[in-house]
């Protein structure tokens, strides 16, 4: 069973597919897309011993000619040396203006091929296959491509949309149940911020998730993507809509920034973060307590964390988060909901009606 669905974006629209059995198929899905037969496969340590063969089987029995670069597994390979790397294997391989790359891996390697895509010989194709649930519900659509610099996160990058995504869930099978639960996250919020249904889906169908059962991971995978599709469709190159999909990750960054990027998933810390924002949206008077607890409750059922770990201060968060303010010119911008399927971007909160939401957060 596979779900095609399709990102507008004038002459950069693409479309993706999601299913499963689609990794020996590859070759078949890529053949309409390539321009020159070269391509260059870009994975991980550990994604390159499951899926590179079969991958790389199809693209030869599609008759393209393949090449590999393998990095080492990890946030670490986001770096200018994995990236310089991989320029000097499309430079030995010699591929040219028509080839194309094919980061096969989560949401590291699609950043990473993708920018190392987008700046060979000005811009290259490439084409997204990932396999964890981050990769598939988020990053892999919309088109931003980075890498780090050691004084920050995704400093470097370019928009570089893909021609192709292909999402096959039967890879999610060999990963951990704490990075299903923490890439599910991200579906959560994009139903609280813009399509009630998805999040009753995920409500109704919870176990069904996690038990990896394919024609509901599908349902929600393709549906996860339709709505980042659109927001993306909207604004590209995030002038303001696409901030909405920032919800819980203010709070969720400052977190991840203050215990060093190591003690929670990014997933984690974004979970966390929705709820102190939901805390912060009742103490306006802008979100229910009804819709507070019916969020709350999913993400105890989803057994993501919601409160912040009592060895932190609540100050300590809040410089963290305010130390993005000023790379934002001064005001922290915050996306609350309103309801179960709708956000507001707010820039005008008072800095103690943070302070306060984060303390209520412990
Ligand atoms: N471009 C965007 O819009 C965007 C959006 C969100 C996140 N991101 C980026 O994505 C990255 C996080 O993505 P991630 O969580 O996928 O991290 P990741 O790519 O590091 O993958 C996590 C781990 O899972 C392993 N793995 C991958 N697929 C697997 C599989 N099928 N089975 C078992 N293990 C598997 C990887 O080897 C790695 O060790 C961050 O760098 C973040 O900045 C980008
Ligand atoms: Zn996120």
Not at 151 to 179: E, S
Not at 237 to 246: F, I
Not at 259 to 270: M, N
Request: charged share 20%.
């Amino acid at each position: 069973m596979t779900k095609t669905l399709h990102v507008a974006l004038g002459s950069d629209s693409y479309p993706i597919v999601v299913g499963t059995a689609l990794l020996n198929r590859v070759g078949e899905y890529l053949t309409p897309y390539i321009k020159s037969n070269k391509v260059l496969i870009v994975t991980d340590s550990f994604v390159s011993a499951r899926y590179m063969p079969v991958v790389r089987q199809s693209l030869v029995d599609s008759e393209l000619d393949v090449n590999t670069i393998e990095v080492r597994a990890g946030e670490e390979s986001k770096s200018i040396a994995q990236f310089s790397q991989i320029q000097d294997s499309l430079v030995a391989h010699q591929l040219d203006r028509g080839s194309t790359l094919i980061a096969l891996g989560g949401g590291v390697i699609g950043d990473l091929g993708g920018f190392a895509a987008a700046v060979y010989m000005r811009g290259i194709s490439y084409v997204q296959i990932p396999t964890t649930l981050q990769a598939q519900v988020d990053a892999s659509v919309g088109g931003k491509t980075a890498i780090n610099h050691p004084k920050g996160k995704n400093l470097i990058g370019a928009f570089h949309q893909p021609k192709l995504v292909l999402i096959d869930v039967d890879t999610l099978k060999t990963l951990p149940q704490r990075d299903i639960r923490s890439g599910l996250i991200e579906v959560i919020k994009m139903g609280v911020i813009r399509d009630e249904p998805l999040f009753k889906m995920v409500e109704e169908h919870l176990e069904a998730i996690l038990n990896l059962e394919d024609t509901t991971l599908i349902e929600m995978v393709a549906s996860a993507c339709v709505n980042k599709a659109e927001v993306v469709a909207k604004d590209e190159k995030e002038s303001r809509l696409r901030m909405v999909l920032n919800y819980g990750h203010t709070f969720g960054h400052a977190l991840e920034a203050v215990t060093h990027y190591s003690r929670y998933r990014h997933g984690e810390a974004v979970s966390i973060g929705m709820n102190c924002a939901a805390q912060l949206a009742v103490n306006l008077g802008m979100f229910s307590e009804a819709d507070f607890q019916r969020q709350r409750t999913l993400l105890n059922r989803a057994k993501l964390p919601i409160t912040f770990p009592p060895d932190l201060s609540a100050e300590a968060l809040c410089d963290a988060m305010y130390l993005d303010k000023k790379t934002l010119g001064g005001k922290l911008r915050l996306i609350l909901p309103r309801r179960i399927g709708e956000v507001v971007i707010r820039d005008d909160v008072e800095d103690q009606h943070v302070l306060e939401a984060i303390s209520q957060c412990f």
